[in-house]
C-alpha cells in the first residue's frame, strides 16, 4: 500500500519531518537517506536528545527545485510519531503524491488562505487591512531599480 510513497519518497536525498514538542509547539527535523519501509510505512526517525518530542501527529514532507528556486516537486506524507524500543518511528496515515510547481503554488496559495482564515476565526480576529498602494509603490520602485 506504501509503496508509491516509498518510491517518491527515494527521490528525495533528505526529507523533513515536523510534529510537536512536549509544550505542544512544532518542532522540525531533517533526516538523511530516509528508509521508509514500502510495506508498513514505517519509517525511522532520529531525533537530537534535546528536542522533547512527543508521540501524535507528524508530517515527512520532501521538497526540491533549482537554484532559481523554479522546477517545483514536492510531496508529503501524513501520520504519526510513535516512541518504539528508545527511539522514534514515523507511521503513514496518508500519502500526498509528487505535484509541480504549478500544483504546489496552488496548493500552498489555497491551504495558506484557509489556514489563515481559520486562525482568524477561532480567535475572533478581524484580518488586518493590507495598504495595497503601498505595496505597488514598493513594487514599482524595486522594478526600477529605485531606493
Request: hydrophobic content about 35%; charged content about 25%; glycine content about 8%.
Given at each position: 500500500m506504501w509503496a508509491e510513497a516509498a518510491e517518491s519518497l527515494a527521490a528525495f536525498p533528505e526529507v523533513v ?17 530516509p528508509r521508509y519501509d514500502a510495506e508498513t510505512g514505517q519509517m525511522p526517525v532520529v531525533w537530537p536528545p ?98
Open positions: 519531518v515536523t510534529t510537536v514538542d512536549a509544550d505542544g509547539y512544532p518542532v522540525s527535523i531533517r533526516q538523511t537517506a534535546d528536542f522533547a518530542v512527543t508521540e501524535g501527529s507528524a508530517i515527512v514532507l520532501g521538497h526540491s527545485h533549482d537554484e532559481k528556486l523554479w522546477n517545483l516537486k514536492t510531496m508529503q506524507i501524513k501520520g504519526r510519531l510513535e516512541r518504539r524500543a528508545g527511539g522514534w518511528v514515523f507511521i503513514s496515515t496518508a500519502f500526498t503524491p509528487p505535484s509541480g510547481m504549478l500544483v504546489a503554488f496552488w496548493r500552498l496559495s489555497k491551504n495558506g488562505r484557509a489556514a489563515g482564515r481559520r486562525y482568524l476565526e477561532k480567535r475572533s480576529v478581524t484580518p488586518p487591512s493590507v495598504n495595497w498602494d503601498a505595496l505597488h509603490e514598493l513594487q514599482r520602485r524595486a522594478r526600477n531599480g529605485e531606493s
